[in-house]
């Protein structure tokens, strides 16, 4: 280039023009050539890389969502039910049932108690009257005032809506005018409405005028409150309401429709629906991604632009992604035992060149006979020598291992016991049928008791019916269990939450200070959350839970941090072990994340360093041109110069040789 160069300037000194576009180019071009081969070489391979990656990445996280649902062992413990008639009774499976067939026959649907006024009134606008409007809604009582504010149908349906006191209120447009309704929110013959006023303003609170229209004996009753009745396997079962939950446990109820005399089936069996298909996915995806490795380590020729073939050829980083994966494969997992120890066992097994293959008929058996057993294959999972401690979560932080349990506090409920009472029977009158209490941290309304004769056993169902019914309570979940010892002739109270959450405190009432049942007013008293430690090779992760569950937060090498589970029962001291393992699934999944992770990952890292390198290969590209096109410009002013130069001298021999011809023609 330099000999064409020097030879273009050589020739264009005789001539008073000559390219100098294309010398300044050639010459610039010449500069940075070099620099502009290496460049193109960096780009090309580090293009190269990323697009090998990039498909290891994607790979590895397709790999991860569409085996998702392996890695959580709560989808290989699924329960399915089933009604012989869904118009009748239909199922919900909510918890861990046993399997099993069940007869239930509906004899009666639970009911909502409904009063509706005697009066058509002509509007909405109507004025019924002023005064109190006073509820007993199943024990709970509470009151409402009637003014010139709301003294209509619609002002006193929404003043008894807003009051939030278990009662709906609705304005029905009964075709010759307009009816108020009061229904209790919640079914069962222990929700009846009863209605009473005091102050009405036409000075009687028990006429058919003014407010006091509105009291249980002027209102019409358009629906009794009732219990639902059920008779399972034989056993007569009432409950308030037609969802029931409790009497197969996991499994909640929801009647539809009476059907006297005829018993439904309902049917618990396992639910493998989706499992055999997600085990499929995974030979699959295993074997597809098996393909993609090999193809991004091939030394063939790519088939077209869009291949990987060969994209990671020789790379270390690709040699330890095969190497992990085989090694998390090969690698077994410990506690498993039984008919079903490995993948094999399931109808997985490997072939010589690497892939797998799937027995569909072993699989299905598997699932049939053990899903549990199989989902320990795939999931993340953890199995305790007590069967009072089970197992809830995990993270990809968590560590296995096997783990001593050591319970320093048992996780307590809110609790207060009564004095001793005669053991008698107790009679409920005006005297003693008021009270007010506080369930973890809610206050109810005023309370009261069914007058009447009780042996204790009912008494304490009758103060947890009143408790748990009361809309202050029942609507953040609080509930509370009432029972009597007979040999201590002491009733109890506990809410049935455990933990320093759980709270129970006896505010106030005529029942409370009469001592007719032993209890008294008292301050809150709290629950207690469980607290321990797991102990493994001599170090020790300590632990406080919330109620009865268990989250380990530990720092602390060697900790299982993120592992969940939930510790029943009063027993402290040594609670024998938990161990913790990874199915394959999940041991792929949580391989390939840290496999992606940005800063320490072998992929995310080389991903995040090839990106960098690209953009300081752009940087630089652009310093290059920058450079060629200074140095063009240079080149332009000099070869401009020199081109001007050449054409003065070229004029000036000119000049100078006309001269001489005028002189020697002149001698």
């Known amino acids: 280039m330099a000999n064409d160069i020097g030879n ?9 023009r000559f390219d100098v576009a294309s010398m300044s180019k050639t010459l610039a071009e010449a500069d940075v050539s070099s620099k502009r081969a290496n460049i193109a070489r960096s780009e090309t391979k580090f293009n190269s890389e990323l697009t090998g990656f990039d498909t290891l990445k994607f790979a590895f996280n397709s790999f991860k969502t569409q085996v998702a649902t392996l890695t959580d062992i709560s989808n290989f413990q699924k329960k399915s039910s089933s009604s012989s008639d869904g118009t009748v009774i239909g199922t919900t499976v909510t918890g861990k049932p046993s399997n099993g067939l069940y007869q239930i026959e509906v004899q009666a649907l ?9 009066t058509a009134f002509t509007s909405t606008n109507s004025v019924v009257g002023e005064g109190t409007l006073n509820f007993n809604v199943g024990g709970a009582t509470s009151s409402i005032t009637i003014d010139a504010t709301n003294h209509s149908l619609r002002g006193i349906q929404d003043a008894v809506n807003n009051a939030n006191i278990g009662v709906n209120a609705t304005v029905v447009n009964v075709g010759t005018g307009y009816k108020l309704m ?37 209102m019409n009753e358009t629906v009794a409150a009732q219990d639902s009745t059920i008779v399972v396997n034989g056993l007569t079962i009432h409950n308030s309401g037609n969802n029931i939950a409790g009497v197969i446990q996991g499994v909640t109820l929801n009647l539809k429709s009476a059907d006297i005399g005829k018993p439904k089936t309902i049917e618990i ?47 270390s980083a690709l040699r330890t992604v095969k190497s992990d994966i085989r090694s998390a494969m090969i690698d077994s997992i410990p506690g498993l035992s039984g008919s079903v120890q490995s993948l094999a066992d399931i109808g997985i097994t490997s072939a010589l060149d690497g892939t797998l293959k ?144 759980s709270k129970i405190a006896l505010s106030s009432g005529n029942f409370l200070t009469s001592g007719v049942s032993g209890f008294s007013v008292t301050a809150e008293t709290s629950g207690a959350d469980v607290q321990g430690s797991l ?96 140095l063009e410009l ?26 001489l011809g005028n002189n020697t023609s002149g001698k």
């Not at 222990?190 to 002027?218: E, F, K, P, Q």
């Not at 042996?455 to 979940?477: C, F, P």
Request: charged content about 20%; proline content about 1%; hydrophobic content about 35%.
């Open 358 to 501: 799937l027995d569909q008929s072993m699989l299905t058996t598997a699932l049939t006979n053990n899903p549990k057993a199989v989902g320990k294959l795939f999931a993340a999972n953890a199995s305790a020598s007590d069967n009072l401690i089970s197992y809830t979560g995990s993270t990809k932080d968590t560590v296995e291992g096997i783990f001593n349990v050591e319970i320093n506090a048992a996780a307590a409920q809110a609790s207060v016991a009564g004095a001793a009472v005669a053991g008698t029977g107790i009679t409920i009158d005006g005297t003693n049928n008021t009270f007010k209490v506080s369930i973890d941290g809610n206050s109810t309304l005023d309370l009261v008791l069914s007058s009447g004769s009780y042996t204790e056993d009912n008494l304490a169902k009758e103060i947890a019916r009143v408790i748990n019914n009361d809309s202050n309570v029942a609507t953040v979940g609080g509930r509370v269990a009432v029972g009597y010892d007979a040999v201590t002739k002491t009733f109890a109270m506990n809410s049935e939450k455990y933990g320093s959450a």
């Open 182 to 218: 009061f229904s209790a929110t919640n079914s069962g013959a222990g929700n009846s409405i009863d209605v009473s006023t005091t102050g009405d303003t036409d000075g009687n609170n028990t006429d058919a005028l003014g407010l006091s229209r509105l009291i249980t004996a002027n």
């Open 269 to 315: 069996t396992e639910d493998t629906k989706g499992l055999s298909k997600g085990v499929g996915d995974f030979v699959q995806l295993f074997n597809a991604l098996d393909s993609i490795i090999k193809d991004l380590g091939s030394y063939d020729s790519p088939k077209d632009k869009q291949s990987v073939t060969g994209k990671l050829q020789g790379d």
């Open 8 to 16: 273009t300037i050589l020739n264009s000194l005789g001539a008073s």
């Open 634 to 659: 240079k080149y332009r002013l000099e070869f401009g110069s020199l081109q001007t130069l050449l054409a003065q001298m070229d004029s000036t021999g000119r000049s100078l040789a006309a001269s």
């Open 110 to 118: 639970a009911t909502a108690h409904t009063l509706a006024t005697q």
């Open 535 to 630: 102990e493994k090779n001599g170090a020790f992760y300590t632990f406080i839970g919330t109620g009865q569950n268990v989250k380990i937060n530990s720092v602390l090498a060697g900790s299982p941090k993120g592992l969940e589970f939930k510790i029943e029962g009063n027993t402290t001291g040594a609670r024998g072990t938990i161990d913790f393992n990874r199915g394959y699934a999940d041991r792929l999944s949580n391989l390939f994340d840290g496999f992606l992770d940005k800063k320490t990952g072998l992929i995310g890292n080389r991903l995040t360093n090839i990106n960098t390198r690209l953009k300081e290969i752009s940087a630089e590209t652009i310093k290059v041109d920058a450079r060629y096109n200074r």
